[in-house]
Structures are given as C-alpha cells and as structure tokens.
C-alpha cells in the first residue's frame, strides 16, 4: 500500500528532524499528481505513529495542483487530476510538478528549556 510507505516516510523523517522531541503538528504538502489518497494516508500515520514521537500528532495535508506545459503552444496548464488539457485545446503535457511530498510544517511539543518551534521545508521522494 502506497500511503503507509509514505506515512512511515513521514513519521521517520519528522521524528528525526524533532530530534526525539513529541510531535504535535504535521503539515503536509501533498501534489495532486502524486496519487496519494489523504484519507488513506491519515488512516495509515495514526497506525504506524504508534510509539513514536509522531504518536497523537496531528496530520494536516494540504493538496497543491500539479504545473505541466503544453507540447503543443508552450502553455502553462495547471492539472487538479493527473490528466488535463491546454487552453488551446492539446492533452500533450509536459509534467513539471504535482508529484512531490513535503513536510511543510512541524510543530513539536517545547522541552523542558524551549518554546515550541516549527521546522519548515522538508522535501522528500516517493520512489
Ligand atoms: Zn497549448
């Protein structure tokens, strides 16, 4: 199952970015392109969160269009599917993006000594 590879993904690398601090918030940037059911990603974080500094952690996933240029006139055509079609009329597109996963945003709960922080920008691959 393609969504709890990625939850296992995520869960790994906030855990290793919050350096062992509890996780409150994760946000998520998920490409439309990238065929990731957040239903089913949901399901599977707060499965394999479990024991974990993720354990209990909000999952926010926010779904960003996919970007693809037309073949035919060079157009920027912006996909909410993994098809879609040019203004001018052509299907012939060029993926640019749409296909990523990025931890955006997470919140850990403070330690003894710190206020909360947030870690931004995290990119990750799928593959
Ligand atoms: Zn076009």
């Keep these: 199952m393609h969504e709890l590879g990625i939850a296992q993904q995520v869960i790994e690398i906030a855990a290793e970015r919050s350096g062992g601090a509890r996780i409150s918030r994760i946000v998520l940037e998920v490409g439309k392109l990238a065929a990731v059911l957040p239903d089913a990603l949901r399901f599977c974080f707060e499965a394999v969160s479990e024991g974990t500094p ?21 157009g920027s ?51």
């Design 54 to 74: 993720a354990a209990g952690a909000e999952l926010q996933i926010v779904e960003v269009p996919g970007r693809a240029r037309c073949r035919s006139c060079g």
């Design 77 to 127: 055509v912006e996909l909410e599917r993994p098809y879609g079609r040019c203004a001018c009329g052509c299907s012939d597109l060029d993926w640019l993006s749409g296909e990523e996963l990025r931890i955006k945003e997470l919140t850990c709960a403070p330690l003894a000594d710190a206020t909360a922080n947030t870690i931004t920008t995290t990119t990750m691959t799928t593959s």
